[in-house]
């Protein structure tokens, strides 16, 4: 292996916080189909099959934590935990907070058609990190790196919230329920390039400002809105004092 991809890899290794035995499969799990077409002294395989077994060990792994952290939940609101947490939304913001595009191996034309910033490409390398560690390091090995990822997002879960993946619509009933007026969104800002644009929109309720949000669409900037306004509202409840 060239000395700066044996150093990529280091990096890699760095950030997920997990030293591979065997390099070979990090060095696969990074390697796109598209590579291996092109490049007729590249690896022998690909990742797309190590894809099948992260989506079955993500699966696995974020089932057994959420009855172990949520016993009592029902079957119904375990599964829209669960759906919440593997959803794409979620495995991309993990896959970027560990820069796993700039790690990829792509051909040209992929490279140029924006490849390391593509969702489909990160959520579905992630799925693929997540085999490899099993392979190299066991499933202890892959539900420490999971857990370490999913922290937070998993002590931010409201298992009471029933609309998980639908904050804008909790948000206006809560708001329809107290006698105010719908939630009004605005976009007031876009970033980056056009196959990366970031959307920051503003949350208005009866001419004040309850929050802001951004993402990768306008639909997804809306939902964080809508969402750090619920637990905005969920504080200001808490705060108030019992009624006599």
Known sequence: MPSEDAEKLGELEALIGFPFSNRGLLERALTHRSYVHEKTHGPASHNEALEFLGDAVLGFLVSAWLL???????EGKLSKLKAYLVSATNLQLHAQRIQLGEFLRLN???????????????????????????LDGGIEAANRFLRQQFAEVVEQINPDETELMDYKTALQERLQSQGHTPPVYEVIEECGPAHERIFRVRLRVNEAVLAFGRGRTIKAAHQRAARIALRKLNRAAKAQPASA
């Open 68 to 74: 172990e952290r949520y016993p009592h939940l029902s």
């Open 108 to 134: 040209r034309s992929e490279e140029k058609a924006g490849g390391r910033s593509k969702r489909t490409l990160l959520v579905d390398t992630y799925e693929v990190l997540i085999a490899a560690i099993y």
